[in-house]
């Protein structure tokens, strides 16, 4: 089976940083996702990691251990636009989704 | 170049009543899903499709059944409508099998009453 755990809410102020983690015990896994999901909308593709380590990507970075489990994405220099539920999903040749962390930023 | 569509966006039924929700995409993917989203959750997988012909369950594939005649397409369909089938339904494509960005379409909204 899947389980994919992340916080279910985060709040944090304009410029500043935000880390939300992503711990995962799955059956397979071939990589890690993020998308972001504005209310009423579509995920959109933010990353992907397949090796452990850090991918940066502008102000957006996601980090993977796969030995332990868990994932990161670190959202710099928050911006009002950044308020978003992030989903982290594991790669097991498809696509099992956490619950979501719903980020609010604040002026 | 559309993506992935989805009809209709909106919906209310009864309960009871059958439904289709129709899913197409035009990128020529291999991998198609169906998601459904329920309030503050996250998404759980109904089914999913490798290519034509070829379809799969997935996490909650209960009172829901696909098929995937031509690449382009992959119909859900509700039969027997019930409330707890209330929720946001995404369909999804994948070029490949894994390490491939998925598109999704904007989403159904369906509401059972």
């Known amino acids: 089976g899947q389980n994919i755990d992340q916080p279910t809410e985060m709040t944090a102020t304009e410029g500043a940083i935000v880390q939300i983690n992503c711990t995962y015990q799955t059956s397979g896994f071939n990589g890690l996702f993020w998308y972001q999901q504005h209310a009423g909308e579509a995920p959109t593709f933010l990353s992907y990691n397949v090796l452990d380590g850090l991918e940066e990507k502008g102000r957006f970075s996601s980090f993977l251990s796969r030995s332990k489990g868990y994932s990161y994405l670190l959202l710099k220099e928050l911006q009002m636009k950044d308020s978003a539920s992030y989903l982290c999903a594991v790669d097991d040749y498809k696509l099992s989704f956490g619950a979501g962390t719903t980020v609010t930023v604040r002026a | 170049n559309a993506g992935v569509t989805q009809t209709p966006k909106f919906r209310i039924l009864k309960i009871g009543q059958s439904m289709t929700l129709q899913c197409a995409q035009d990128?020529?993917?291999?991998?198609m899903y169906w998601y459904r989203q329920d309030p503050g959750m996250g998404l759980k997988l109904i089914y999913y499709s490798v290519g034509a012909g070829i379809t799969d369950k997935g996490e909650v594939p209960n009172g829901y059944n696909v098929s995937r005649s031509t690449t382009e397409d992959f119909p859900l369909r509700l039969e027997l409508a019930a409330p707890s089938q209330t929720s946001v339904y995404f369909c999804?494509?994948?070029?490949?099998?894994?390490?491939?960005?998925?598109?999704f379409g904007q989403g159904t909204r369906l509401t059972v009453v």
């Open positions: 990128m020529n993917h291999n991998y």
């Open positions: 999804a494509s994948t070029l490949g099998s894994y390490g491939t960005e998925a598109f």
